[in-house]
Every structure is written in structure tokens, then in C-alpha cells.
């Protein structure tokens, strides 16, 4: 099981800041949204030559344009690329020719995706790497979270790892690891804390623990 630190709210100076806190207790760092429409994709380069020793997600949410939107990812340095759960089969299929290609990985955002069950079977089928539950910040403002739906697609996806996101925070990380996600992936868990590096060691520890057990 891996802990993925998803950063939203900051600019490469801050990002690298961060996550040189807390880069021991993390496998993955993600590039967020908001940081790739503000800095571009300079943000995942910088980021990927100052902490070579860790994996970087760029998370592009890729709608259209599957296979060149990888390319230009794994240009920069990403291992890992984001794209749509309810984009259509080919944009998925081109995402991960390229990311074969590329020698880089996909990660299947399924936020906002109506039936779960079903278009995880599908998207699993299509030779991706990750797929993720993802409830979103807007949902979470109204008290959702991603757990049952984690359930719901460990049932069915069999190739696939599974991640899952989306306001996971040190007293909730227990429930999710019981649900052995491959991949749990926090922001404000961490980013929003007064000693990052410490919540990033117990979440460590949570992760790994269970692993081992």
C-alpha cells in the first residue's frame, strides 16, 4: 500500500517546500489540478528533478486527447497520469497506449462517475493501471465520503490497482485501510496540518503497518 500527497493550493516554490517535510513518509507526489492550470507542466518537471528518489502524478484529468496529453506528461517527467472515469473508451485506450509507450502508468479517476460498479469493470478491461474513487472537494462540503465506494469497486476490478481519494484525514485513515486500497492518496491531511512531517509518519505507519500484517 502506498501514500500518495496530493498538492492543490500551491505554487512550485510552496509545493517543493512541502513536500521536502515530508518526503521520507511518502511514495507519491501528486501535482495537482489547480497547480498544473496555474504553473503548467513545468510544476511536474521541477518537482521530479528536485526529488528524483519519488514518483510524480500529474493529475491532468484527461478528458480528450488521451495519447498526446500523456506524451506531453511524461515529457516532463510524471509516472503516473490522470484520466477521466466517464471520458469515452477511446481517450482511456489511447491514454494507455502512449503511457505503455512512454513507460508510464494510468490512474482512472472515476469522480463523478454514476454507475461505479459497472464502469469499473469496464475501465478495468481496458488495461489501466489505477483506478481511483474519488469523492471531490464540492462533495465533500456536503459530507460524502469515498469508503463505500472503494467497497463498491474492490468487488469487481481484478487487474487494476484501486486508490481512492477525497478528504481522507489521520482519524479516518484507519477505516480506509481496512479496505486495502493499493494506493490512498491525502491533501489537506497533511497539507493542512501544523507539523505535516509528523502526520505524514503515523499515515506512513498506518499504510505500511497493514501491509505487513
Do not use: W
Not at 469493470?121 to 474513487?133: M, N, P, R, S
Request: net charge negative; glycine share 8%.
Amino acid at each position: 500500500m502506498e501514500l500518495q500527497l496530493a498538492l492543490d493550493l500551491v505554487n512550485i516554490p510552496e509545493a517543493k517546500q512541502v513536500v521536502k517535510e515530508v518526503e521520507e513518509h511518502i511514495d507519491i507526489v501528486e501535482i495537482g489540478t489547480p497547480v498544473v492550470i496555474n504553473e503548467g507542466l513545468r510544476a511536474v518537471k521541477e518537482i521530479k528533478e528536485a526529488f528524483p528518489s519519488l514518483k510524480v502524478l500529474a493529475d491532468l484529468k484527461i478528458m480528450d486527447a488521451g495519447a498526446y496529453e500523456v506524451m506531453k506528461a511524461s515529457e516532463a517527467g510524471a509516472d503516473i497520469i490522470t484520466v477521466l472515469g466517464a471520458t469515452d473508451d477511446s481517450t482511456i485506450k489511447g491514454a494507455v497506449e502512449e503511457a505503455k509507450k512512454q513507460g508510464v502508468q494510468i490512474l482512472i479517476d472515476m469522480i463523478n462517475v454514476k454507475d461505479l460498479e459497472q464502469r469499473a469493470k469496464e475501465v478495468d478491461a481496458l488495461g489501466v493501471d489505477y483506478i481511483c474513487v474519488h469523492t471531490g472537494y464540492d462533495l465533500q462540503a456536503e459530507g460524502e465520503s469515498p469508503f463505500e465506494q472503494l467497497q463498491t469497486i474492490k468487488r469487481v476490478v481484478k487487474h487494476a490497482k484501486t486508490a481512492v481519494a477525497g478528504g481522507i484525514k489521520l482519524n479516518t485513515l484507519p477505516e480506509v485501510v481496512q479496505s486495502q486500497p493499493d494506493l490512498v492518496i491525502v491533501g489537506g491531511g497533511i497539507t493542512g496540518q501544523q507539523d505535516k512531517k509528523a502526520v505524514a509518519s503515523e499515515m506512513q505507519q498506518l499504510v505500511k503497518k497493514k501491509v505487513l500484517a
